[in-house]
Structures are given as C-alpha cells and as structure tokens.
C-alpha cells in the first residue's frame, strides 16, 4: 500500500497528506484509492485486515463502512459538494429543524433554524410532529418510516407536517419546501442575569463551519465590551465540524490570559508521527480570560465541541451540565477524489496535559435535562437554569426546575428527524470529522 501511494503522492516535501486522486473513476479504481489511504494514513493502520477484496465491494462507501476499527464510527466517504457548502459555506438542505423523541415517544421540536423554511411557518422550539405527508406519527414509528416520509433531501421537495403548537396545544397542517438554508451557528449570545444578580455571558453554538468564525467574534466582542468573564457555551445539540473553528473559540475564550500556551496537539499514527505538532493559544483583539466557564452537554456534544472542552480543562475551571459528551477525541483530514471526500480517521487530540481517548465521553458534573418546554436562552430553560444555580450557589448542583405542570417530565431518545446535513443518513448524526 505504502508503495503504490509513493507512486501518486505530490508536492510530498510540502504537504505529507497529498494524495493524487485515481486516474479513471471506476469502481474498481476508487475502492483501490480509499484503501491505499486507509493504509498509509488511518489512525489504526496497522489494524486493518491484510487480504481485503476490493472487487466484493460496489461501491467505495460500502467499502469503507468495513474497514473502520474498534471503537472507529466516523470514517466515511461523502459527496464533495454537499460537504463543501456545509463546511465551507455554512448551507445545509433541509427543513431547519431538529427533534428529540419524549418519554411518551412523542416526537418535539428542540432546536429550529434561523432564515429556515421551519422558521418561516413559526414552528418553534417544544413543537410536536404529529404526523408527516398524511402518516400519523404512531404509523411512521409502526413502520420505522420517519427518514421515508419525509422524501430525497434535495431542493424543492415539499413535506407536509402535522404540528402541535405548544403555545396554544392546537395543530397545524403546514407545507413546507426544503431548500438550501444559510446556518447561523450562535442564534443566540446575550449576557444573562443570575437569579443573584450576577452577569453571564450565554451563547449557544449549533455547528463548527467556516461562518461560525464571524459570529464568534461577533459574541465574544459583546461579553467584552460588558466586562462579563463567566460564561456558559452551549454545545447540547453540537456535532461538531472545522478544527480552525474550535482554535477561534478557543482564543476567544482564553486568550487574554493564555497566550502562547499549549490548546491542543495533533497525533498521527506511526507512519507520521514526525507531523505530531501542538496549537498554541492565540490572544485575539475580541479574546476574553474566562476562568470560570459552564458547558451545557449532552450525547450529541462531539468531536470539535469536545475539543474545545478537552483543550479549556488545564486553564480554567471547566463545568459540564447536563449529559456526558458523544465520545470522539480523534479527527480526520479529508482526501479528494472523482467529486468525493474520503474522511478516514487520521489522529487524535490531547490536551496540554495529555488528556485524550474519552470514546466513553466527557462525563457530566451536574445532571440536567433538556427542558423543551422553554426557549433557548430563557434563564428559566432547565439547563440554563441549572448553570445559573451552580454559579450562585459555590459550585453546587442544584435541583432542576421542573417543566411547566402537566407536560412530560422530561424528553430522551434523540432524534435526528427534519434536519439531513449529509446524503448517507446513517452518518448524518455524526457530521463533524474536522
């Protein structure tokens, strides 16, 4: 393997992780391409199998599922465009909204894009879907046809929802149209008061893409220019995305008081580990010194969310609120070839200290629920809620609020339903890889 990338490899001496694509775009050619990169540059190279059959395979992306290791459920091949405009340009296509699944297997809105076709029919936050393109929610879930019902995830396909208002309890038939939706990745940053009176800066951060950068800078100027130190990040719902993007928050959040020291450093396998090379934090004219910052977490809360979490630990003391983290300390570096990227797990990311490996997650301090039943941002919203106790309250977890009397105690199970950022629906929980 190592032979045959030698022989397509360019610009080597500038940039070690080149690869030449394959000449033709067979089937045949393509599978033989992502299997030469799996074996020179995959985290767990010296792991995979020595007698694969490449022509058994029909396609690369079902190769590849195959040859991921042990604890590997990232490693993927994805449509290049798609990946491009999600990461580079900030667009996803889709219908803007997010959903959790209840105790009572009622299926709510939890999170709903700004300028998104959702948004523009008023569909909010702790909504229920009752029904999709005239399949009741109970049918869909009889017929394990949530993904089906809501047809291809192109431009144009109109979807038909049955939406509960949780305002009013009253439901609305609505049409809507998926379309290219510009993400804003911080819909909400605002300094927030204690019920001690304290000031808190508060933001939420839906996704790590190249247009988060601006908004970054555009929160952390405003809790400067308020004197506010403190913060709670929420990342509950944050899969993660561009490593460029977790070092911006990174140097926001501590650079006042950490510049030059060591955020984060990259690990390759043993083919490269003379690449292995720490970032260092970088102090920002916009770059705060927090000492004392809360993330509110939950199982969606990965890869760059984590690597922010992982990296802030040595600096600062780091409170998580909520649920324990995914679990992905390690990343990829993207090989392009016939309108496709191969995303193979390429290292892992310690700490200043060393920290890394956290595959079973970054376990919670306090337990808190996801209250749906208020928007984000309300300092009554129970995981808000509950960061805003803590920080009054000398570091102690205190009981949550209680949603609003008569509606579910709480919601679990999470849900990926109305919100598609990659074409393959199996990965799309996991669209992140750096």
């Known amino acids: 393997m190592t032979a045959a990338l030698g022989l397509t490899a360019c610009n080597l001496l500038e940039d070690p992780f080149k690869v030449e694509p394959p000449a033709e775009c067979d089937v045949a050619s393509q599978n033989q391409f992502v299997l030469d990169v799996m074996g020179e540059f995959y985290l767990w190279n010296e792991d995979l199998p020595d007698d694969i059959d490449i022509s058994v395979y029909e396609s690369p992306e079902a190769m590849v599922s195959d040859l991921r290791q042990g604890v590997d459920r990232w490693t993927r091949v994805s449509d290049k465009s798609t990946s491009d405009a999600l990461f580079m340009q900030g667009k996803f296509v889709g219908l803007g909204y997010k959903t959790q699944r209840g105790a009572d297997d009622e299926v709510r809105v939890s999170f709903v894009s700004d300028n998104s076709p959702a948004s523009a029919v008023n569909i909010l936050r702790g909504d229920v879907i009752r029904g999709v393109n005239g399949y009741t929610a109970e049918e869909l879930d009889a017929d394990n046809s949530w993904s089906a019902a809501y047809g291809p995830n192109d431009p144009g396909v109109d979807v038909t929802l049955d939406v509960e208002h949780l305002a009013t309890g009253e439901v609305e038939t609505v049409t809507i149209t998926k379309a290219w939706i510009d993400i804003v990745s911080i ?155 191969l995303f193979p797990i390429t290292f892992r990311l310690t700490n200043a200290v060393g920290d890394t490996d956290y595959f079973d997650g970054l376990p919670a301090d306090c337990h808190a629920d996801d209250d749906l039943f208020h928007q984000l941002g309300d300092p009554q919203e129970g995981m808000l809620a509950a960061a805003l106790n803590y920080l009054d309250d000398n570091a102690n977890c205190a009981a949550q609020p209680q949603p609003a009397p008569g509606l579910p105690p709480k919601l679990m199970q999470l849900d990926s339903v109305g919100e598609t950022l990659l074409p393959n629906p199996i990965e799309r929980f996991d669209v992140d890889s750096w």
Request: with cysteine; hydrophobic share 35%.
């Open 187 to 341: 819909p909400v940053a605002s300094v927030v008061t204690s019920p001690a009176g304290s000031k808190i800066g508060y933001y939420i951060m839906d996704k790590f893409v190249e247009t988060t950068k601006d908004e970054l800078e555009s929160a952390y100027s405003m809790f400067k220019d308020n004197g506010v130190s403190t913060i709670v990040i929420d990342m509950r719902y944050n899969g993660g995305g561009l490593i460029s993007v977790a070092e911006r928050q990174i140097n926001l959040t501590l650079g006042a008081d950490h510049n030059g020291d060591v955020a984060y450093t990259f690990k390759y396998n043993n083919n490269y580990s003379d690449e292995n090379r720490s970032t260092k934090i970088d102090k920002r004219s916009n770059s705060i010194g927090s000492d004392i910052i809360v993330v509110l977490t939950s199982s969606r809360t990965l890869s760059a969310s984590e690597l922010v979490i992982n990296a802030m630990f040595p600096y600062a003391k780091v409170t998580l609120i909520g649920g324990p983290t995914g679990g992905k300390p390690v990343g990829s570096k993207s090989f392009e070839f016939c309108e496709k990227l």
